[in-house]
DNA sequence: CCCACGACCTGTGGGC
DNA sequence: TGCCCACAGGTCGTGG
């Protein structure tokens, strides 16, 4: 399940096929995920160029040359296969063409074809230019929206969501600033999505462990220093994990079908009853539920 | 406003 | 081998 670096990772995946590129042949094979597809899905993507791609916290933004920006949010299993059509380009701009290569594959729930628009006007026969986009999701947690940009900044999604974790604004001050007078210990706050967006439950457990932070410390009690590594280590974290194409547990797949390698380089997270990996640290990795999330941390050096 | 919890889904892995 | 339970990257809505 994507975290924002695996959603990065992802965006970095389809860029290259889709800015830039004509949609055709959205293919539904079911009525909903998480939530309904949008009135006239396919209709209203289908014709329509991809003018770039962004990625907001834990959502994909793909913003067209009509009015509608297609959202995406892979939930915990959602993702998308990207495949050259090849030999097969030229039956893809048909209208006729069946386009997915499994159509029966279980979890496989949206297909669209994308054309560059400079290869459309040379030749729409260039394989290589022409790309099957597949999108599965087992679990159906991720959804698809279509907004316009007031729509999206007045939504319920993205109306309330905090800073970035790389942005400027996500500082020591910052934090001291959101978390004065909050109860909630830190790995809440750090989940909540309208403080910081993006971070997730893996990469909370990562950004503590590396401040020396205890998940269960109050928000109101973080000092200065504390605010300065927590800021800190969110931000090198989250670099390092983008840097590494995400963390591939379990399904999580950038768009080519490559793993992304930073779960080899997890503290704590999933590491219950292991050795804490810090010099001259005895301590064993212990796992404890908050707000019904597992948080991983080391009990002797996160204080 | 703040917070905890259930719900939404399917698959997998561990224990017996 | 099979069964059952716990748990999995998220977040929305509800109720206290």
């Known amino acids: ?3 924002l670096p695996e959603v ?19 293919r539904l094979n079911r009525p909903n995920l998480r939530y309904p597809f949008p009135d006239h899905f396919a209709e209203r993507l289908n014709g329509a160029a991809v003018v770039r ?7 994909l933004l793909a913003y067209m ?14 993702r998308f296969q990207v495949t050259p059509l090849g030999d097969n380009a030229a039956k893809a701009l048909d209208g006729n063409y069946y386009h997915s290569i499994d159509t029966g594959a279980k979890h496989l729930h949206m297909s669209v074809v994308a054309t560059a628009l400079k290869e459309r006007s040379v030749s729409a026969n260039k394989g ?5 986009i597949d999108y599965y999701d087992p679990r159906r947690f991720g959804f698809m929206l279509l907004l316009t940009p007031e729509e999206l900044s007045a939504s319920k999604w993205f109306q ?11 500082n020591a001050d910052f934090l001291m600033a959101q978390f004065a007078g909050r109860a909630a210990n830190l790995k809440t706050l750090l989940m909540a999505q309208g403080l910081i967006a993006g971070l997730g439950n893996i990469y909370v457990c990562e950004a503590l462990y590396r401040a020396r932070l205890s998940p269960d410390m109050a928000g109101r009690d973080l000092a200065p220093d504390g605010a300065e590594r927590l800021s800190a280590a969110i931000k ?22 490559e793993l992304g390698y930073f779960q080899h380089r997890f ?5 219950k009853g292991q050795p804490c990996l810090t010099q001259g640290c005895a301590g064993l990795i212990e796992r404890k539920v908050h707000t019904g999330r597992s948080t991983f941390y080391c009990a002797t050096c996160q204080k």
């Open 128 to 132: 290589d230019q022409t790309h099957l």
């Open 160 to 170: 309330g969501l905090g800073v970035e974790p790389l942005d400027g604004a996500l």
């Open 65 to 78: 040359d009509t009015e509608d920006i297609w959202v995406t949010h892979l939930g915990m299993t959602g």
């Open 236 to 257: 090198s974290v989250i670099t390092e994990a983008i840097a590494a194409g995400g963390s591939s547990i379990s399904d999580f797949a950038a768009t080519s079908g």
């Open 8 to 26: 990065e990772t992802v965006k970095r995946g389809l860029a290259p096929s889709l800015e830039g590129a004509v949609l055709s042949n959205v």
């Open 1 to 3: 399940m994507p975290e």
């Open 267 to 271: 503290k704590v997270y999933d590491r």
């Open 53 to 59: 791609l962004e990625r907001r916290a834990k959502y």
